[in-house]
């Protein structure tokens, strides 16, 4: 593969905003409840395996499906199942949810041990027994990812480039745990026959650059590379541009132009797992935002509720006004602080007046600014129009599904218009139009 770099078309550039990235990174308390909803990643909800009052141990399935497009969910704490229940989860996806009151001793189940990963079958076997999804935001099954079938990748990228403003918790993973992700992305090469990766990390984070340049340094497989700032290059598919040049087709994956993707933080846990076979029970996140008074990042076990850590951050309600699960521009709003962490959240802000700073939304003035920051390519103003006038069969002919919810369009645009939230709306009527016409 020749690399190339290329600049993103479209995209922004947003003020950095890292304050978060020169303080290690804490661990959280064991909450007095966790509550561990069985869709945590893009496809197949799992089905519940455990029953009330069952007593479960750190580790333990509680919930998987024979769906390819799926991946098991563990539980993150010893202690009873009090209840099982349905919910909906912040980002709108039905799911049944299984709460657990810790016993506080964090008993790991006793069967966990190193998986076996001889040969390649095992290894991407023991990929989905890790339970791991997409740590980045995405959420997409690791297993389904990285079982390329007969295709041999050219490389495989690690996404290091976390651009959203306040989103640190990649950054802290490589400057805590940086000779770790390297040993993953060795295995990785090793068990998928790649003979090339490159690790792509923003300018804007020099020392994460140094460090993972000096631990590559004996390994000629492994290239770090430096990409200008610009955002959204954290997205596969302009990642993928930016590196190589080429463009992965409409509803295409990277395979289909010889690479894999994987965020940096997987790595890390894939690494981790196949050295303990602890799967994916805990993750980091950051917390950031003027509501909160010890902002930084902190290891959680999943199912957390956000007003555990909003109260472990020393939170303040009367100045918090809204809670984003992710950075300010792709972020989703959490409707209640009884939201779980899952495997997909990266970040949570606690927002105030001043940094919601809302401007109510006036006519489109048909300026052209989010034509030209679309970096898909999409033509924002009038899927607009289409999505707020209901048109599916518009939307689809402006391949709103391409749009990948980047909100680059909406900050550029000097109406405030609200674009995403409009497109996700669009893509959602569009789905459920095909669902009935067959
Ligand atoms: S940037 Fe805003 S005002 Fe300008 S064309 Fe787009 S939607 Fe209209
Ligand atoms: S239309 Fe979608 S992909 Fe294009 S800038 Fe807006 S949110 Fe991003």
């Known amino acids: 593969m020749t690399r190339k770099f290329k600049n993103i078309k479209g995209g922004v550039t947003l003020p950095h905003k890292k304050g978060t990235s020169e303080i290690s990174t804490k661990i959280l308390p064991i909450p007095k409840l966790v509550e561990i909803p069985m869709q945590q990643h893009i496809g197949a909800c799992c089905e519940v ?13 509680l919930g998987d499906t024979a769906k390819f497009v799926s991946a098991p969910i563990h539980s993150s704490v010893s202690g009873k199942v009090i209840q099982i229940k349905d919910i909906i989860l912040y980002n ?28 390649k079958e095992n290894f991407l076997k023991a990929v989905r027994s890790s339970g791991l999804t997409g740590l980045g935001g995405a959420g997409f099954p690791a297993h389904v990812k990285l079982d390329t079938k007969d295709r041999i990748p050219e490389a495989l990228i690690i996404n290091a480039v976390e651009c959203e403003p306040y989103i640190t918790c990649d950054y802290r993973a490589i400057i805590e745990e940086g000779r770790e992700i390297v040993k993953g992305i060795e295995l990785i090469l090793d068990k998928l026959s790649i003979s090339k990766s490159y690790i792509a990390v923003e300018d804007n984070k020099p020392a994460a650059f140094t460090l993972l340049k000096e631990l590559t340094k004996d ?15 954290g997205a596969e598919k302009m990642l993928i541009y930016a590196l190589t040049g080429r463009e992965v087709p409409m509803n295409g994956l990277p395979i289909d132009v010889g690479v894999v993707v994987m965020n940096v933080t997987s790595v890390l846990a894939l690494f981790k797992y196949c050295q303990t076979g602890m799967p994916l029970v805990s993750r980091r996140v950051t917390v950031e935002g003027d509501g909160v008074a010890d902002k930084g990042n902190y290891q959680v076990v999943l199912g ?11 939170g303040d309600n009367q100045k918090t006004l809204k809670v984003l699960c992710g950075g300010p521009m792709m972020g989703i709003t959490a409707e209640s602080y009884e939201t779980p962490v899952i495997k997909q959240n990266n970040a949570f802000l606690f927002m105030t007046q001043e940094d919601l700073d809302f401007i109510e939304e006036t006519a ?27 048109m599916t069969e518009e939307l689809e002919k402006y391949h709103i599904m391409n749009c990948i919810e980047c909100g680059a369009c909406s900050y550029v645009c000097p109406a405030k218009r609200h674009l995403v939230q ?9 789905k459920k139009a095909k669902v009935k016409n067959g």
């Open 49 to 61: 395996l455990v029953n009330k009052g069952d007593y479960v141990y750190v580790g333990q399935v």
């Open 92 to 119: 709108g996806s039905k799911s049944v949810s299984i709460i657990i009151e810790p016993d506080g001793k964090q008993t790991v189940l006793p069967d966990i041990s190193k998986p076996d990963i001889s040969t």
């Open 219 to 233: 390994e000629p497989r492994i290239e770090t590379v430096m990409l200008s700032t610009k955002y959204p290059q």
């Open 304 to 314: 957390t509720y956000i007003k555990d850590i909003f109260e472990y951050c020393k």
């Open 364 to 390: 489109c003035i048909r300026c052209g600014r989010c034509i030209d920051a679309c970096p898909m390519g999409l033509m924002p103003l009038t899927l607009n129009k289409y999505a707020l006038a209901k």
């Open 422 to 430: 409009s497109f996700r709306v669009g893509k959602d009527l569009l």
